[in-house]
């Protein structure tokens, strides 16, 4: 308790819902995101549906029923991870490359190729 946000806290009070409110927007976009992934295979950082996560951090739903949404987004998830076109495994070679070539960029001449 003493590690405890104070600010998220008191905005867990505040709405009176018993739950962090930010916490749960998270679990709401990291979900959302990882379908995406899954059926696009593209990572879009921004949300198309910021209105929504703004109400589930402002406290505006009832726990158990983002609970009971949530369950559905992971039985979504799995289901498209089940089904996507994406390799089981990333390609660490090509990771390992890229990050040679982000990281000389940076520290030596400051262009990406």
Same mark, same amino acid.
């Given at each position: 308790? %003493?590690?405890?946000? =104070?600010?998220?806290? #008191? +905005? ?5 819902? +018993? ?7 998270? *679990?709401?976009?990291?979900? @959302?995101? =990882?379908?995406?992934? #899954?059926?696009?295979? %593209?990572?879009? /950082?921004? &949300? ?6 703004? @109400?589930?951090? &402002?406290?505006?739903? %009832?726990?158990? #029923?983002? *609970?009971?949404? =949530?369950?559905?987004? /992971?039985?979504? /998830? ?10 089981? =495994?990333?390609? &660490? +070679?090509?990771? %390992? @490359?890229?990050? /040679?070539?982000?990281? &000389? ?9």
């Amino acid at each position: 308790m %003493e590690k405890r946000n =104070a600010e998220r806290y #008191a +905005n867990t009070v505040q709405h009176g819902k +018993n739950y962090d409110a930010k916490n749960m927007l998270h *679990v709401f976009r990291l979900l @959302q995101m =990882a379908g995406e992934i #899954a059926k696009t295979g %593209e990572l879009r /950082v921004r &949300r198309p549906n910021r209105e929504f996560l703004l @109400q589930i951090r &402002r406290g505006e739903f %009832e726990y158990e #029923a983002l *609970v009971t949404e =949530a369950e559905q987004l /992971v039985t979504q /998830v799995e289901a498209a991870f089940a089904a996507s076109a994406l390799p089981e =495994a990333p390609d &660490r +070679n090509a990771a %390992e @490359q890229l990050l /040679v070539r982000v990281r &000389r960029a940076f520290y030596l001449d400051r262009k990406v190729s």
